[in-house]
């Protein structure tokens, strides 16, 4: 996929982004709808040249996504265009999730306050400003959902059509939420990886759609880096000393590290050392695996888990995920299905914090790997929460409910209380 016809007659205005460059070669392309090397076939990432950044400018800077906008692969009117404003979420100091997981210092990053209550808000504004400026008109993914829900949200923010696939089998909660937006909805016999691959063969038919996590894909991913961002600014302009990411594609993990790597090199932050974890579903965790065997290269698998938000069988970004877990002095873990709803539960009664079966995901895992010395108890730890547990209700509906049904009575309470000894 090229540029747009009618992105072809201007010049583009994305911000600080000078080219793309391939993570394999470094073969540098001009900016453009390209995702795939031209020289070795490896991936895209944006390159840059940054401008002058202070902490005071990005202060001043409005609360959301944007106060990063001199960072980011976005045109400098971003914030005229309807978008809808993700970022800045909730940074909580979780004393008792701490306690309960045996660390001295420990917070959890609640994503679910985006618009769409998942940290895809973040990635889609960033492809959608990017995309406008392309020249698409039709905002487009293939998603196991969450990204499905921004999308269809941020398209008809816009004003733009949208065409979301999604797998048949995906939680009843996500399509609802996707197809409440009045966007095209297409459920897909087969899992995520069989969607990827309908994506982007649509992607090379359909020169206006803008499959954000296809075609469009170097600039989409940027937007993870803002959660990297707002971690080291929330706690006060440095990094934590170790973090826990969920994986799915990977991006998120190895954006987040590229979040913190960007922040020292640009003096917003002192360069102190952190490790970066990785979080698998053990039903689909080939990263992991990866990682357990010493290995380089990421052998797909079919999934077959809970967590269907991170249910990648043949994770894009795998090998980078590994390059920085390993780069950081980190691990990446993988949790049973019912330790994924015993996490659930741990954060929620803890802190307050309702997540779906990736943030389960996350908790159960940094819990194994704090169990197994991986994780320093005495090291400061940030845990990624990534998506509402509204979504994913099904996963915890057999393990919760009302402590007992009573009688309108005083006495009928106080005997329910007894009983609970």
């Not at 994503?111 to 209550?117: E, L």
């Not at 993870?224 to 990977?250: F, H, M, N």
């Amino acid at each position: 996929m090229t540029l747009t016809a009618a992105a072809q007659t201007t010049s583009l205005d994305l911000g600080p982004a000078r080219a793309l460059s391939c993570r394999e070669c470094g073969h540098e392309t001009p900016l453009a709808a390209e995702f795939a090397c031209p020289e070795c076939f490896g991936p895209l990432e944006v390159a840059y040249d940054f401008p002058a950044v202070t902490r005071e400018s990005i202060q001043a800077g409005p609360q959301s996504i944007w106060r990063y906008r001199d960072l980011l692969p976005v045109p400098s009117d971003v914030q005229s265009h309807p978008n809808t404003e993700p970022g800045m979420t909730r940074l909580i100091k979780a004393d008792r999730l701490a306690a309960a997981l045996g660390v001295r210092s420990l917070w959890v990053k609640d994503d679910t306050g985006n618009p769409t209550h998942s940290f895809k808000d973040r990635v889609v504004a960033v492809a959608l400003a990017a995309a406008r400026e392309l020249g698409f008109t039709v905002l487009c993914c293939p998603s196991t959902g969450n990204l499905a829900n921004a999308v269809a949200a941020a398209a008809a923010r816009a004003g733009w059509d949208s065409v979301v696939l999604i797998p048949s089998s995906l939680e009843k909660a996500k399509v609802l939420t996707t197809a409440v937006y009045g966007g095209t909805l297409l459920a897909v016999d087969g899992n995520y990886d069989d969607v990827n691959r309908l994506a982007t063969e649509l992607a090379a038919e359909h020169e206006e759609w803008a499959f954000v996590n296809v075609n469009v894909r170097p600039y989409y991913a940027e937007g993870s880096k803002t959660l990297g961002y707002e971690v080291a600014e929330q706690l006060g302009w440095r990094l934590p000393e170790q973090i826990v990411v969920p994986i799915a594609s990977g991006s998120q993990l190895t954006k987040v590290d590229k979040g913190f790597t960007e922040f020292g090199k640009l003096g917003l932050v002192d360069a102190t050392p952190y490790k970066v974890f990785g979080a698998q579903a053990t039903g689909c965790s080939p990263v992991a695996k990866a990682f357990e065997d010493g290995h380089d290269v990421v052998q797909p698998v079919r999934p077959d888990t809970i967590a269907r938000s991170l249910a990648i069988g043949n994770p894009a970004d795998g090998p980078y995920v590994l390059d920085a877990v390993r780069r950081t002095g980190g691990a990446i873990g993988h949790v049973s299905d019912d330790e994924v709803r015993d996490g659930i539960q741990l954060l929620a009664r803890t802190e307050g914090v309702f997540a779906e079966t990736a943030g389960g995901v996350t908790v159960a895992t940094a819990k194994k790997l704090i169990e197994a010395g991986k994780i320093d108890p005495d090291a400061e730890t940030v845990l990624l929460i990534t998506g509402d547990g509204l979504k994913t209700l099904d996963a915890v509906a057999d393990r919760v409910g009302p402590t007992a049904t009573v009688a309108s009575s005083s006495k009928a309470v106080k005997e329910a209380l007894a009983g609970r000894g």
